[in-house]
């Protein structure tokens, strides 16, 4: 069956430094990975999309790879800030169909 | 533009009742979903709609879970009887259409405690 696993439930980091989550999926051939910020008590908010012929992608201080052999992406926060501190959600999506979301992992940066 | 409504933000109730939610997607959004949340856990997909028909509800438990979406807008998700494992966020969102790349806009949630 799918599966979708993110680093750790939890990832402190020092302001300033660069935070890398990681979603590793099995059994799944996504067309596209998409990337999701949580608040507590709100909804998820769309950040990022990649497509499965695509490498990496940049929005400002946000940097997500996609290796489709390597079933992995990697989302990277530059000179995180406080204000970062969220879960942050992968999500693959197979042209719409199985839209599945990953467990999160729970960022916090600390001051 | 107006974000994707729903109510009631939250509500208790206890288990064997029954409770309805609320969704208003964004104007012009073909398609609307309903995700259920647990603590901890990234949402699950209950119900995908595709204007007024359903394209995906392969994970909800329909002895107890219905959902509709009259003239393709608003839409209603009701659990009956209600259990405590029931106990979730239930999260609509909505996205311009079904199909591969597309953004989902979720709504703030409705938090539901059984207990």
């Known amino acids: 069956s799918q599966k979708i696993e993110q680093n750790s439930e939890a990832l402190n980091i020092q302001e300033g430094k660069t935070a890398t989550l990681t979603c590793n999926y099995t059994n799944y051939s996504p067309a596209y990975l998409q990337w999701y910020r949580q608040d507590p008590g709100r909804g998820p908010v769309f950040l990022l999309l990649?497509?499965?012929?695509?490498k990496e992608k940049r929005k400002e201080r946000l940097k997500v790879t996609f290796d489709t052999t390597l079933k992995q992406s990697l989302f990277h926060i530059t000179a995180s800030q406080p204000a970062d501190s969220a879960t942050y959600l992968c999500?693959?999506?197979?042209?719409?169909?199985?839209?599945?979301f990953g467990p999160g992992t729970r960022l916090s940066v600390l001051p | 533009e107006a974000g994707v409504a729903q109510s009631p933000r939250y509500k208790i109730i206890e288990k064997r009742q029954s409770v309805a939610f609320w969704c208003n997607p964004i104007?012009?959004?073909?398609?609307l979903y309903w995700y259920q949340q647990i603590l901890g856990q990234g949402p699950k997909l209950l119900i995908q709609?595709?204007?007024?028909?359903?394209?995906?509800d392969s994970q909800l438990p329909k002895d107890r879970f219905s959902a509709e979406r009259l003239k393709g807008v608003d839409s209603t998700l009701k659990i009956q009887p209600a259990k405590l494992e029931d106990s979730a966020v239930y999260l609509c969102?909505?996205?311009?259409?079904?199909?591969?790349?597309?953004?989902?806009?979720f709504g703030e949630g409705s938090w539901l405690t059984v207990v």
């Open positions: 999500a693959l999506d197979d042209y719409g169909q199985n839209f599945v």
């Open positions: 709609f595709q204007n007024n028909g359903v394209v995906d």
């Open positions: 990649i497509r499965e012929n695509e």
């Open positions: 969102a909505s996205s311009p259409t079904t199909g591969g790349g597309n953004t989902i806009y």
């Open positions: 104007s012009g959004h073909a398609t």
